[in-house]
């Protein structure tokens, strides 16, 4: 989920994605805890929920090793803060802003999704495609999420825009690529893109037909 | 999804080939709509239904690119539709004979089996798993479109033969090849035998215990 | 499923795998039957509770052939099984003591995970995904078969230890390969202790919070 951000941008960024990796574990854990799952079923569907997109995307581009299985630090930070988390439930769950996850959360989209359709572009992609594997690295860890707690998933339903805003987002990005803006430039507008309208679409309460 | 039924047979096939991923796509949208999903939730149950099973079947063969991947004009295909049926939907439903679609649906169901069977052949797969093959190419499909609308696959609950109907043909595929006919002999019986059990099945109300 | 076990081990272990598959084959064509699914979709559970966990396995490590493309014995197995019981359902639910289920379900867990384990172990995978691939081989057949049939996965929900038994198991024959026991103690460590403890945590009604 980060060779392209590693090498080509900074530090910060990558502080950036573990929080966009916890934002998306978090709504993992809240989700099963509502549905009453023990430990395993908490870890498992706040694991999917955070790397299901980034494994979608990789198994249908065939890229391998996966991103968490080189990188055993992902699943045990994860596997970590579920049983850190689970005692305090219900105080985490009121001291955590809705407004704070709502921002980060827009975060990690943006930045999943353009990571992903810059993975797409290395492998050589068609453009409709990169944009493609860039919504399916942002949304897919919540829509295996919602289908294993037996939910139509959520991004599906009517609701304030958010994959649009993911295929806003890669969308700018590919543009900035194919104008030969720098990649920094390219990666950091997709983000942007992405963040502000979500943040937008929530605040102004805005939906697709 | 295409690339035996390319190089062995003309290009009717192809144009047949269209009409089945369209079919597929609509039955993938008309059950989003009736979960009343939003554009990106159509989107993306049209998208999964029409190419879910041959992108399964990839990756359980291990062939890459996948269809999809290298010939975007399908995705934008199924975009363009889905964009362009949803203001319609309501007559776009009264429009369409109901008989059509299960012709249409049928004649997909062969070709997408048939094909799929052929795809394993070509990589030396036993025969029964070849069989299979075929069956996940062609159901596998409109599963993948029933587990995310949070329902029991139809396909798997008792109705009118549908699996059974591509296990046959495809068996019809496979014995033709084993007895050297034609590759187009062997494709054309084994989608026609796919075709007629499946029109004749829902004719007859004909179902499995 | 079954590589380093044929090679490091005795036939007696084959026999046993055997009786693993059949095991998870007949969870998932009991729970197929009570949704009343027909023949296709017994079949297709049955067959994805037995061959999903290692698949998805195969798939994450990019191990190929899948084992049960090349051996199609089992799936052929699974297919004579599922037509033979078919009429005998009532009576062999019947005749089948509740306790063997879950001892023969508990030997197949500890099979399966301990075989996932090891291979990722081969694969050159980090500890704590060797751990991971183990559990998944030995759960994931019943989470996909839950999925399918529409149910919130039975190892998420609280009920007594099930994917701990297999986290455990894997965690003991890791350590004995850390320790350089020989790959025959290690794998028979690891299945024994998967084994007993799913054992007792039904007969003490563990279960976590």
Same mark, same amino acid.
């Given at each position: 989920?980060?060779?392209?951000?590693?090498?080509?941008?900074?530090?910060?960024?990558?502080?950036?994605?573990?929080?966009?990796?916890?934002?998306?574990?978090?709504?993992?854990?809240?989700?099963?805890?509502?549905?009453?799952?023990?430990?395993?079923?908490?870890?498992?569907?706040?694991?999917?929920?955070?790397?299901?997109?980034?494994?979608?995307?990789?198994?249908?581009?065939?890229?391998?090793?996966?991103?968490?299985?080189?990188?055993?630090?992902?699943?045990?930070?994860?596997?970590?803060?579920?049983?850190?988390?689970?005692?305090?439930?219900?105080?985490?769950?009121?001291?955590?802003?809705?407004?704070?996850?709502?921002?980060?959360?827009?975060?990690?989209?943006?930045?999943?999704?353009?990571?992903?359709?810059?993975? #797409?572009?290395?492998? /050589?992609?068609?453009?409709? +495609?990169? @944009?493609?594997? *860039?919504?399916? !690295?942002?949304?897919?860890?919540? %829509?295996?999420?919602?289908?294993?707690?037996?939910?139509?998933?959520?991004?599906?339903?009517?609701?304030?825009?958010?994959?649009?805003?993911?295929?806003?987002?890669?969308?700018?990005?590919?543009? #900035?690529?194919?104008? /030969?803006?720098?990649?920094? +430039?390219? @990666?950091?507008? *997709?983000?942007? !893109?992405?963040?502000?309208?979500? %943040?937008?679409?929530?605040?102004?309460?805005?939906?697709?037909?």
């Amino acid at each position: 989920m980060s060779t392209v951000l590693h090498s080509g941008m900074s530090n910060a960024l990558h502080a950036v994605e573990v929080i966009g990796v916890v934002v998306f574990a978090i709504s993992g854990f809240v989700e099963a805890r509502q549905k009453k799952m023990d430990l395993v079923g908490v870890f498992t569907v706040a694991f999917i929920t955070a790397f299901g997109g980034g494994t979608l995307r990789d198994i249908l581009l065939d890229r391998r090793p996966l991103f968490w299985v080189e990188h055993q630090e992902y699943p045990i930070l994860i596997f970590a803060l579920v049983i850190c988390a689970t005692p305090f439930f219900r105080h985490l769950r009121a001291a955590v802003a809705d407004k704070a996850i709502i921002y980060a959360d827009a975060l990690g989209l943006g930045l999943f999704s353009v990571n992903g359709a810059s993975l #797409a572009v290395e492998a /050589h992609m068609p453009a409709f +495609v990169c @944009i493609m594997m *860039g919504v399916i !690295t942002g949304i897919f860890g919540g %829509v295996l999420r919602d289908m294993i707690c037996n939910e139509i998933p959520l991004v599906f339903r009517r609701g304030h825009l958010y994959a649009t805003c993911a295929f806003l987002g890669c969308s700018v990005f590919l543009i #900035a690529n194919f104008l /030969h803006a720098g990649q920094s +430039v390219a @990666i950091l507008s *997709g983000i942007l !893109t992405t963040l502000v309208l979500r %943040v937008l679409a929530v605040r102004f309460n805005m939906s697709l037909p």
